[in-house]
């Protein structure tokens, strides 16, 4: 019988990316203190901004997307041995700088994964909508993304290359993360506190491609200029009503809520702060991992959350340990943004354990739901 750790792409998926993203991120501080052992990882800035946008990111992405693109247009995506060996590629990458393996085979294998996730969602997202087909062009872009950052990698291009490609990856996810925000977070709210459907009003909603476009576009062609801090302000604010439209008081009672509103509120400071940062008004990177820490990193973690309960057929009720680990993620966030500049390495410490911590605990909490049946026997 085959097992159930591939019978959806969330389980593998949520399972090593929330060990990488905990592990890699305790490798990237042993590096920074000068005590890591990794000869082989000759620009550790270079490899720890790609490993957790493209590494801890992209396996959460793809655990989701394998997932929910099954709801969205009632169409099959890999599972069972195609879903394992995607799954496999993923790893391989994300090893062979650990490894020493050749750079050259790191970035082959980091290629042939995103080339597997957007072959692996074709057949289900051509027919579908637009809003749904969309991905498919995020996931070519981060391919883009992640082939002009290994340029750094491999020397075979200028630092501004890799830093160019870094910075467009957080970009794209920045649009997926909210994209995916509006669609999951005023349901999960109405669905778990029974309240009526939030609207969606056109003169918030038509603007944003114009917005993530504009977005996308001035951080590419004029990164750190007047245009692309105006580009990441303007975005933020045009989100600001939706803070209003989607809030509730019973919200503050459910965790599996709160961290997602919380979430989302980080990913709009960290554009402002973004924005900020481009006009050299304050430290840029305050925007960055604002954007990394609390945002892709809350939100990453409350979905994972829900999914993993959601779609093992199990109650909405995480555990304490899980609720332990928002509030880990949420302290590794201020501390990162608000307190590395004035602390120095002592607060990378604490961000990055904390960090890691968190996503370690949820893999001690759901490893054993991941990996098992379903308790009602339905599939998935």
Avoid at 85 to 91: F, K, S
Avoid at 191 to 215: D, Y
Avoid at 253 to 265: C, G
Avoid at 315 to 343: C, D, E, Q, Y
Wanted: a positive charge; one cysteine or more; hydrophobic letters at 60%.
């Amino acid at each position: 019988m085959r097992t159930a750790v591939f019978n959806l792409g969330f389980r593998p998926f949520f399972i090593l990316g929330s060990l990488a993203g905990s592990g890699l991120m305790l490798v990237w501080v042993l590096l920074l203190s000068g005590q890591g052992g990794w000869t082989s990882i000759q620009n550790p800035l270079a490899w720890h901004r790609h490993e957790m946008i493209f590494g801890y990111a992209g396996a959460i992405l793809a655990g989701f997307l394998l997932t929910a693109v099954r709801r969205w247009t009632g169409k099959k995506t890999p599972d069972g041995w195609p879903l394992a060996l995607l799954a496999l590629v993923w790893l391989g990458a994300r090893l062979m700088p650990l490894a020493g393996g050749p750079l050259m085979l790191y970035a082959l294998l980091d290629l042939i994964f995103w080339a597997g996730l957007w072959v692996s969602l074709w057949p289900a997202l051509k027919d579908s909508e637009l809003s749904n087909r969309v991905f498919l062009l995020l996931i070519a872009g981060l391919f883009l993304a992640a082939l002009a950052s290994h340029g750094e990698h491999l020397g075979h291009a200028s630092f501004w290359l890799g830093h160019l490609g870094a910075h467009l990856g957080l970009d794209l996810f920045v649009v997926i993360l909210l994209l995916v925000a509006g669609r999951i977070l005023p349901f999960f709210i109405q669905l778990g506190l029974q309240v009526p459907a939030f609207p969606r009003p056109a003169w918030l909603e038509k603007p944003l491609p114009f917005l993530f476009a504009a977005l996308l576009l001035a951080d590419l062609l004029a990164p750190f200029s007047i245009w692309s801090a105006a580009a990441n302000i303007l975005l933020a604010v045009w989100m600001l009503p939706r803070l209003w439209i989607w809030h509730h008081p019973g919200i503050w009672k459910t965790p599996l809520l709160w961290s997602l509103y919380l979430a989302f509120i980080w990913l709009l400071l960290g554009l402002v702060l973004r924005g900020l940062g481009m006009l050299e008004l304050i430290n840029p990177y305050m925007g960055i991992h604002a954007l990394g820490v609390g945002g892709l990193g809350l939100m990453t973690l409350s979905m994972m959350s829900r999914i993993s309960l959601g779609h093992t057929g199990r109650p909405l009720k995480p555990s304490p340990w899980i609720v332990l680990a928002f509030a880990l993620m949420l302290v590794a966030a201020l501390v990162r943004v608000f307190a590395t500049s004035s602390l120095g390495l002592p607060a990378y410490h604490l961000a990055a354990t904390c960090w890691s911590l968190a996503l370690l605990i949820f893999v001690l909490v759901y490893t054993r739901i991941l990996i098992s049946p379903r308790p009602d026997g339905q599939p998935g």
